[in-house]
């Protein structure tokens, strides 16, 4: 008996390390909200989930884009298949902050059509009543949408 029990704690134990992290940004920080919310609207498709990381403006426009994916590939204007979202900690300033605002900038690398596809988007943050939530997402400042 008491076998059986230590067979089950240990697989319990190594189904739980298999878990990646959604974030590689500390709990509670602007640089998690804002990946909590893209992983919300890319990879569990749940625009409810992803409307709760953001002020009541910014979900009233994402509300009317009525489910996540037109979210993704219209407001977003970036489309994948499968996706891994990271806070972009290529420089030495990971954000921008002043008070109860801030600015991240996250790296999107995934596939859509069986191509690879990497975007970069800085998410506005402010901080009400103690939470972070997105205010805003701007367009990657090195896409070029002229076409030739």
Known sequence: MKL???LVISLLLLGACNEKPKSNAHWGTPEHIATEFF???????DLEKAKS???EEFAALLESYVTPRQVARTLMNMSYDTVTIEVNRSGQNLRQQY???ADV???FSGE?????VDNLRTVSMVKKSGSWRVTAVKADPFASTATY
């Open 4 to 6: 059986v029990y230590a």
């Open 39 to 45: 992983h919300a609207l890319y990879n569990d498709k």
């Open 53 to 55: 990381f953001c002020t």
């Open 99 to 101: 008070d109860d605002d």
């Open 105 to 107: 900038t996250l790296v």
């Open 112 to 116: 859509h059509a069986g191509k690879q």
